[in-house]
């Protein structure tokens, strides 16, 4: 327990001559030096108390961390070639804003060139292999209407009848299995293309195109900003260039550092809110969606992830982020500013208006949020606390040496 000791505001500018008297003493055993830069002593009304009645007030429980904002792994995209090509024209730079879809350059490839040939051969074999098993079908069916019609007036014999049906049989068997081989490469060469770049749309028209168009477009997959463009006109790039990338900074990730021993406070879902130094008049809102399993064994810490909201795009990838994670629901309690609170010995104690004078009391903290601190015991409505000269109070305190 604290001994209750009241300090009265009388003493203070005297201790405020002791600490100005003992300063110029010091400053008289120096030499002087007039290229020495001049200190100036604080006066008593730069030290002036000031306090704040307790009273109960709204106070949610938070946790203050740092972290840095990142790019959702699924909002980014590299784009490249899948096969070797030149460049031959570009329609977006880097800072270009575009949609899903929207095309970034075309290139010319001669592996594109031939496999659009193997598709139109493809094509030409199903069409060919289709009418002429029609035609075969159609023949060997006519034969064997006729050979049955015949056999039934007795003018055939039945082994002629038994060999036009065989032949049908044949024909329809032959007929399917040369369809079902021209289809099966039609669809190889047909998916081919659309791995190499072309769209359904492109591969469905080479069919009536005048000629082969060696040219294919690379698009964005995704609606974002260019970032990264790697790209000249007329260069030759190969399937492992990386051309284009795109990320979608719509909504990011910020990985904020919470100390192990307040994991327990920490969920999925709970409301974050997130500031910058470069807005530091502006405030974000987000949510946590994943709290790491490992623990960080030099700092002792945990990856916290929050998703916060970013239509205009303030919040850049790399950015610093201070991250207030609200860990408990709003309710009124006593709570004083953060700033009120001393260490003293292992206690923390606040300077409360008693009288004449200044009163220290122990006091027991919970929750804290951005800039206020629940006390749980040593406080009551109406007290008053000192805010301010805290330090000059606390040094009075201390028992004469």
């Not at 400053?27 to 007039?34: E, H, R, T």
């Not at 075969?136 to 007036?153: F, G, H, I, W």
Request: with cysteine; net charge neutral.
């Amino acid at each position: 327990m604290f001994n209750r000791r009241i300090i009265h505001p009388f003493l203070i500018p005297a201790l405020l001559m002791v600490m100005v008297y003992g300063g110029c003493r010091k400053g008289a055993d120096v030499p002087s030096n007039p290229s020495s830069p001049q200190k100036s002593t604080p006066s008593a009304q730069s030290q002036a108390i000031e306090t704040e009645a307790v009273a109960p007030q709204p106070i949610a429980g938070a946790i203050l961390a740092t972290g840095k904002i990142l790019v959702p792994e699924d909002r980014v995209a590299i784009i490249g070639p899948v096969n070797e090509g030149r460049l031959v024209r570009l329609y977006a730079g880097q800072g270009s804003n575009v949609k899903k879809g929207q095309k970034l350059a075309d290139l010319e490839s001669a592996d594109i060139d031939q496999a659009e040939a193997d598709y139109l051969k493809a094509l030409a074999d199903y069409e060919n292999a289709r009418r002429t098993s029609v035609a075969e079908v159609k023949l060997a069916q006519a034969t064997y209407d006729r050979t049955r019609m015949l056999y039934e007036k007795t003018i055939t014999a039945g082994k002629n009848l038994q060999a036009a049906e065989h032949d049908l049989e044949v024909a329809k068997a032959s007929a399917e299995s040369s369809v079902a081989g021209t289809k099966a490469a039609l669809t190889a060469a047909h998916r081919h293309l659309l791995i190499l770049g072309l769209k359904e749309s492109d591969v469905d028209a080479l069919a009536s195109k005048p000629g082969l168009a060696a040219v294919f477009s690379l698009t964005s997959p995704i609606a974002g900003i260019v970032v990264e463009r790697n790209a000249t006109i007329g260069a030759t790039v190969g399937a492992d260039a990386n051309l284009f990338k795109i990320i979608d900074i719509s909504r990011v990730w910020i990985d904020a550092n919470v100390f192990e021993k307040d994991l327990e406070r920490v969920k999925r879902g709970q409301e974050v809110k997130v500031s910058v130094p470069a807005f530091p008049r502006s405030s974000f809102s987000g949510k946590v969606i994943l709290v790491s399993s490992v623990v960080d064994p030099e700092t002792r810490s945990v990856k916290v992830r929050t998703e916060v909201p970013n239509p205009d795009v303030s919040l850049k990838p790399d950015m610093f982020a201070n991250v207030e994670i609200i860990t408990d629901v709003h309710r009124t309690a006593i709570s004083i500013p953060q700033s009120a609170l001393l260490s003293d010995g292992g206690h923390t104690v606040v300077f409360v208006a008693a009288g004449s004078g200044y009163e220290k009391r122990a006091v027991t903290a919970g929750i804290q949020s951005s800039d206020r601190v629940e006390i749980l015991d040593g406080l009551q409505a109406g007290d008053k606390v000192v805010v301010k000269g805290k330090y000059l109070l606390l040094q009075q305190s201390k028992p004469d040496q």
